[in-house]
């Protein structure tokens, strides 16, 4: 008798604490979220935030985009825009829901999201005279106009540049030689002198471990073509490129794909590929990529399953001044 009256009275305080822990569950009452508005660009990403009322309210998150195609949103909260357009993103707990609308913008500075960033060249317009696609950007510091071919036009051709979108298969008559991947790569062509002095500048870098990238010069007819690999811990002017990467005063490139790669102190901001040619032809680039070593460091991935083409060498051109 003495032992069931104990088990009872145990029984009865575990049912008793049982009732007290559930009278602490509280429904939800309100849940907000943080920013109520967000206007993000195409790549970048947002964590918003949600605070649901009152403190002891037992609840799930669940976060939805009403539009996945313009932004998504995963299980956290965090936002990251795909494409232009308006997306609701709703957060529910516990039956109650709040919104935050994001316009996901198209244009502006190109926003860092990934670790490795390759530009093929590929998603530039063909002869774009410095093509500012990815954020890059460039100084023509000679000003003069420049060598074309003799007896093949394209659009820009003999226009002062500091580099071209190069695209050989779209020129009448098309040229028979091949970028490094794809149709397309970087053109420095011969300023008529003085010498070249055109920067090819990366978008700006955080983080940064090293970049390589391909280049070769056209044809060795007019003497190989030169190049500076600079960088800046600052801005984008000529003098903030105090640094320099290639051993001795400059390199000279020779005829066939070669790829030239450089570490970078984490503190480099921008990379110029400088081309000090002296009245060659044409020093082409193509296949740039940069590694980070955070995440969030670069532009997003540009090249999806790069090929690269073998160098055959073709008879070249010759140059004329247009
Ligand atoms: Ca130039
Ligand atoms: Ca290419």
Known sequence: MKNFTKITTCLLIAL?????????????????????????????????????????????????????????????????????GTATITVEAGGKTATCV?????????????????????????FTINSTVHGWSYIDNDGSSTYAFQSVSFSNAGEPMSYIVFSPSETTPALTFEAHSGNKMFACFASTPPANDDYLITPELQNPTSISFWATTYTGQYGLERMKVLYSTTGRNISDFTNKLNSGNYIQVPEGWTQYTYELPIEAKYVAIQCVSDDAFIFFVDDIEITASAAGSLPEKTAKGVQYNNFVKKPPVAKVKK
């Open 102 to 126: 994001v316009t996901v913008e198209k244009d502006g500075p190109f926003v860092p999201t990934v670790k490795t960033f390759i530009e093929d060249v590929e998603g530039h317009p063909s």
């Open 16 to 84: 008793t604490l049982g009732a007290m822990v559930m009278s602490c569950k509280k429904d939800v009452e309100k849940v907000e979220v943080t920013p109520a508005t967000l206007t993000i660009k195409v790549g970048a990403t947002s964590q918003l935030t949600a605070t649901v009322t009152p403190d002891k309210a037992e609840y799930t998150l669940a976060w939805t985009s009403s539009a996945p195609t313009v932004a998504t949103v995963n299980a956290e909260g965090k936002v990251t825009a795909v494409a232009e």
